[in-house]
């Protein structure tokens, strides 16, 4: 039985017991403040007084305003309770949210083609072997079956109607995107997705844009052909320094006169923090001042381990943001298939940069996506991808914890990647250390933008997606035994590193 | 049982008797040029002489001849026989050819999106309600099934090796190109081929490029974005004049220092005819003596009713032909595949431009299209679809023959369009007669590049590959209504019209 909570004029139907409560009164706090129900500045009830009307658990309800906060629907302050986020607008779109919030597609940092080697722990690409090959060619057949003959025709520049259609609903459910089929532009993937965006901002004038300490250089490097300038924030240990872009906008430098930046909010790609909740605040502040643009890379949203994935920032202001998504991630960059969620401004130039005609994007694969989306056959894709890499994740850090207890997993739980900070001078040893026991993985440098002034540190940024399941344990092995602190390692301080094997020179 | 003819040092084995004893012919001197048993310059035997040679009928002989003229392996000059044209190549590849030549996958012009009125004659687009769904999704599972899971991942930038391995094979019996899986790359359908190209060309310092007096204004448009200028070559009853690059290099104009030039020369698109034997040879030879370019637009070569097509011109010089074709005209524009033969000093700088990886294209569709070549269904569709293009084409040149005798079919029988040579003066009546009928059809003149100095005419651009089959013949009706000299309409010269009918006015 439902009960109803009538506090400031907003009815709050939440079920009291079972499973979904806690996703439920979250979802319908959001729905609240979406609507304008519960307008900006509003103080809540406590967690104890709300807890006591619903007649539910008072964790429940803290859980839910945590969960509000990070998305930056809520704001908490010490001493003054929670409050509804200054600035949040009711939806200027049709209602494509559904009650129940649930894991999301999304784009995804892609990365150079590369021979493999015995174990291959670069980030970036899914278990490939799980792909669902029944299931999608079921999805291809039931597609191609029902399409019209002008299906197969040069298309629409934003792509088929039945795949925008799915992903509006999708994502408002799975990932908060508060979007319409109209203003959703299939692509080949994020990087073309990133091609489109940095054309139009060029043809607006831009000529820099704003983008994180770490990222990668694949698309700064797109970005700059496009004729932008890429200029990276500061980074700490609350994560991008979001602060800057309004110090930028008012006393100039590097950052005067950006106006646009490309981020990762629910989880900086590689450093895995999800974005502060005051910085989310900040950034959306920032581009509401200025007619500021985010462009907010989502690659991997819905592979979150611990909890409710964070929202999307786009849902805090379609107005300024383009949400990115891909299948990259939650199928198969084979596929090369993303989308951009586009403010209402921005949708007539990125069409026209796309072109006439859908010139770009196959339509067999976004009919099959869409019937594999609207089928139910993504959602149960992503809970066992999401099974799947959580506990090849929590192998990793127990793993860890035992053998190489001087070397740290940083970063929430999420995704399908993990960086692994390391003693001060010890990245290019351990990286020769992997190569020589046949482990292609990362060091964090070379995630790090040229020009940035953040603090250099030592990691490994460890990508536990690619290995099929049965080759898990043994890249498991090889990436501690190239570990320091291994048993093997010892580190001696101050940058110098003796190890226990031989090493060969570079 | 074989005879083998030892004139010259050749051995050519040809079967005497059957229905492929001209294609046999035809593909053994092809074979015996290609591979420089023939020479440059040598002058073969009479068709007289050599058909008693095999014991084959002389119009064989004269029939072979001719196809080998059209293509540019042979020439023919009154009063002096037939000779291998001078400066045929031995081929540089290895051997892909196969001993019969077969129908061809090719590329061809898109076309902007739009509604569909009552019937659509607007050249493009194939029959897409005959497209052949069971058959490919049968190649797509069996494709899917065998695909290793690596084809998943970020991939290749030229593509599936599947693909460009089926297509090498397919292009060397159907088309006569000359190349190898390595120098293909496969692209997102003419339109993406095309702009990497110019990409490459602006690279390469050039501001200037050739295109025929008719063709498609998206394509100006894509290279005039590369940054490119389009020169419009001249055009009269033997097709674009190519000695005008020769002329130009020489000369200085317009075409001085032009150092490339974009053609359709199997059929000429719109005006339908094949570039004239001696044009070929023309082009061929600026391309070799000033390290020109020649972009091959082979867009639907295997659409040919009355012969074998002719070759591909990129079977002559590959070295100095990119060969581009398009599953868009065979199959469907939907699918977004195409693929650029490449010559060999141009592959490395195609390939950087599409990226590091495959950003571009989609792996399934690509696997699916490389099982459907490889187990003949490909071979298949294209008889199928060539039987119903010319049943379309015969009762067109039939009905207007009844009802609109003014009005003549022009251009050779091939592909999925006609142009239809209206009296002067006429076409703007003529489209707005067809508008008022419910006819989609365009007028010569959009084809016309605004800078051509070729002789206006009057004409309509009419596709037959559109309509459905069960609609063609409504369609038919439609168009010979809104012809002049349909029994209605009366020419009163010098460009006045009167029409039996009232037009809406513009």
Redesign the interface.
Known sequence: MAKSWATFGVDLHVEPTGPGVRRGLTEALREAVRSGRLASGTRLPSSRSLAADLGIARNTVAEAYADLVAEGWLTARQGSGTSVAPGVPPTPFGQWGSPVPAPAATSAP????RA?PAYDLVP??PD??S?P?AA??KA??RA??VAP?????????RGRVELRTALAGYLARARGVRTDPEHIVIC??F??GLMLLGQVLRGRGLTSLAVESYGLD?HWRLLEAAGLRTVPLGFDELGTRTEELAAGAQGGGALGGVRAVLMTPAHQFPMGASLHPDRRAQVVDWARRGDGLILEDDYDGEFRYDRQPVGALQGLDPEHVVHVGTASKSL??????GWLVLPPSLAPEVVAAK???????????QLTLAEFITSGAYDRHVRASRLRYRRRRDALVARLTERAPGVSATGIAAGLHVVLRLPPGTEQATLRAAAWHGLAVHGLDRYRHPESTAERSDALVVGYGTP?DHGWSGALDALCAALPFNGTFHNEGGGGLSHGIELPHE
Chains 1, 2 share one sequence.
């Open positions: 892609g990365r150079p083609a493999r970036g690409t490939l072997s792909f090959r999608w060619l291809s057949r191609l079956t003959s002008e299906a197969l025709d040069y298309g629409d520049p080949s993937g990087v073309h694949v198969a960059p084979g596929l090369r298939l072109g006439g005609v859908d010139w770009a994007c196959g339509v067999l694969d099929p």
